[in-house]
């Protein structure tokens, strides 16, 4: 695969930061859940030592650091959300503590997931020799168990996607899309009419123009986010910060905005009127 010729307009596809994280750690979840019988495919009474060690692996999870690993949640997805993975990464001696996973192998994962989602220049040649390297160290301990296909586009294709994006790979994440999904939800039960599917995504349209309105944002405060320095193996794989980055080199965002603090929310508390000032001259243009 990796001698294989590629079709450079697939690289324009580009790779989910954010998902990465949890397509990673769903394929050490289910590793771990085989390895007891150490087979891609579980059949027969398999299938019940799969179950066991689910369920043991979920309680160790919740006892030990408080996560709710791998359950669906009523109404949509599961418990695998980007901040479950992070913390399971993050705490990788536990993890592979609770897996019997090999701890190495956590720790390659995570610092390629922290070098691609920092949003700095990264040296493709060392990455590229990194993920290799961790590639094959996947296939050496475990070659029973087939690369999913997100590890493999990370591993093998990564470098290649990297080096043909305008900006900084972790610059191009999804989290922003995926952080308006609750604002969706409000504003299609609060702000939209409810006569036609046709009205209601209509004003849901404009409420989205309203609320990203470059007047208004800056007018608000910035909320205030975690960061965390990288790593030195992170640190290693990146391109040295220019001038206007010297201030930020070795700090990335270790959570979603869904874990942030709210203490920020009390500091905008004098600049509510005039947001919605503003936001109403906006609504009454728009609907005019």
Not at 108 to 133: N, P
Not at 214 to 232: A, M, T
Request: charged share 30%.
């Amino acid at each position: 695969m990796i001698i294989r010729p590629i079709k450079m307009e697939n690289l324009e596809f580009g790779i989910s930061i954010l998902h990465g994280w949890i397509r990673f750690f769903e394929c050490l979840l289910h590793l771990a859940y085989k390895l007891p019988f150490k087979k891609w495919q579980a059949r027969g009474s398999d299938k019940e030592i799969v179950a066991e060690t689910k369920k043991k692996i979920q309680i160790e999870f919740k006892t030990k650091l408080g996560l709710i690993v791998d359950k669906p949640k009523p109404g949509f997805g599961n418990t695998n959300d980007g901040n479950t993975a992070r913390r399971f990464f993050k705490n990788a001696e536990v993890s592979a503590e609770i897996t019997n996973l090999d701890l190495d192998l956590i720790k390659k994962m995570h610092t390629i997931l922290i070098v691609v989602s920092c949003g700095h220049e990264i040296d493709i040649e060392k990455f590229r020799k990194y993920a290799l390297e961790t590639a094959y160290y996947f296939v050496e301990k475990y070659p029973w168990y087939n690369m999913p296909p997100t590890l493999h586009k990370y591993l093998i294709h990564g470098p290649e996607i990297i080096s043909h994006a305008l900006l900084p790979i972790g610059q191009l994440t999804e989290e922003a899309q995926e952080a308006r999904n609750k604002d969706f939800k409000k504003f299609r039960e609060h702000h939209s009419r409810k006569c036609s599917r046709t009205k209601s995504n209509t004003d849901i349209f404009n409420f989205f123009l309203l609320s990203s309105d470059p007047v208004i944002n800056s007018k608000r405060k910035l909320p205030q986010k975690k960061l965390s320095s990288l790593p030195k193996e992170a640190v290693d794989l990146l391109l040295p910060p220019s001038n206007h980055d010297i201030n930020n080199d070795h700090e990335y965002d270790s959570e979603d905005d869904d874990d942030l603090d709210d203490d920020h929310d009390d500091d905008s508390d004098d600049n509510v009127d005039e947001d919605y000032t503003l936001f109403k001259i906006r609504s009454d243009l728009i609907y005019a």
